[in-house]
């Protein structure tokens, strides 16, 4: 489906104060992670079934030191890959809403591993993680629970600088398109991450790797 609801996420806007990753910890009662100092400001160090949500920090000092700060979460693709390939292994364990388009993880349906590796692989942004004790499969949900009752997803809400926003996929891509135009003039290398393929659209100001290894797509997407 093409219509339904969207997320845009302005990285120029993005102080990285974590709010987001807190409030998607809080609303979805999340279990704390063990962390670890390694010298950066990162912590936890990737997602996992406690964290759908994540500020990536990442470092660069070729020429004077620059931050690039990205808010990792599911995409929920319009055509998810990771729904094709657990079709094919547990029908059911995803689901996508046929309201919103959000791609949602069913938490009454466990998955043995050989088959979640496969579904993992499937995604061209690594995003689904598995509870190996429980054998549940968790990734962000777009708080579809605060969806159904005309609420805004728990990180929306908390974003104090208006990084990022929601609402229709077709004002959400309008909004994309215009800050891009605005800002285009500054950053040449400016861009929207697979704006035709995903609910969750980031404007980057350089290059994706520079944020994270999966920015945008590393699988080409099914259409």
């Given at each position: 489906?093409t219509?339904?609801?969207?997320?845009?996420?302005?990285?120029?806007?993005?102080?990285?104060?974590?709010?987001?990753?807190?409030?998607?910890?809080?609303?979805?009662?999340?279990?704390?992670?063990?962390?670890?100092?390694?010298?950066?400001?990162?912590?936890?160090?990737?997602?996992?079934?406690?964290?759908?949500?994540?500020?990536?920090?990442?470092?660069?000092d070729?020429?004077?030191?620059?931050?690039?700060f990205?808010?990792?979460?599911c995409?929920?693709?319009?055509n998810?890959?990771?729904?094709?390939?657990?079709?094919?292994?547990a029908?059911?364990?995803?689901?996508?809403?046929e309201?919103?388009?959000?791609?949602?993880?069913?938490?009454?349906?466990?998955?043995?591993?050989?088959?979640?590796?496969?579904?993992?692989?499937?995604?061209?942004?690594d995003?689904?993680?598995?509870?190996?004790?429980?054998?549940?499969?968790?990734?962000?949900?777009?708080?579809?629970?605060?969806?159904?009752?005309?609420?805004?997803?728990?990180?929306?809400?908390?974003?104090?600088?208006?990084?990022?926003?929601?609402g229709?996929?077709?004002?959400?891509?309008?909004?994309?398109?215009?800050?891009?135009?605005?800002?285009?003039?500054?950053?040449?290398?400016?861009?929207l991450?697979?704006?035709?393929?995903?609910?969750?659209?980031?404007?980057?100001?350089?290059?994706?790797?520079?944020?994270?290894?999966?920015?945008?797509?590393?699988?080409?997407f099914?259409?």
């Amino acid at each position: 489906m093409t219509d339904g609801k969207s997320i845009f996420i302005d990285t120029t806007q993005c102080i990285a104060c974590r709010g987001c990753q807190v409030a998607c910890k809080e609303w979805n009662r999340l279990m704390p992670e063990k962390t670890v100092n390694k010298g950066n400001l990162q912590n936890p160090e990737d997602l996992s079934h406690n964290t759908w949500k994540l500020v990536r920090f990442s470092e660069s000092d070729e020429e004077k030191l620059t931050w690039y700060f990205f808010s990792d979460q599911c995409r929920h693709c319009l055509n998810p890959p990771c729904k094709e390939a657990a079709d094919k292994k547990a029908n059911g364990v995803i689901i996508q809403d046929e309201k919103t388009g959000a791609v949602i993880f069913n938490p009454n349906m466990r998955i043995n591993q050989v088959d979640f590796r496969e579904i993992r692989e499937a995604c061209p942004y690594d995003i689904p993680r598995m509870q190996p004790e429980t054998q549940m499969m968790a990734f962000c949900n777009m708080c579809f629970d605060r969806l159904s009752e005309g609420l805004p997803p728990a990180c929306v809400k908390a974003c104090s600088t208006g990084a990022m926003r929601f609402g229709s996929r077709k004002a959400m891509l309008e909004a994309a398109e215009k800050r891009l135009a605005e800002i285009k003039g500054t950053y040449g290398k400016a861009l929207l991450t697979d704006p035709n393929n995903v609910r969750v659209i980031y404007l980057l100001v350089d290059d994706p790797d520079e944020y994270h290894k999966f920015a945008v797509a590393q699988k080409p997407f099914v259409l």
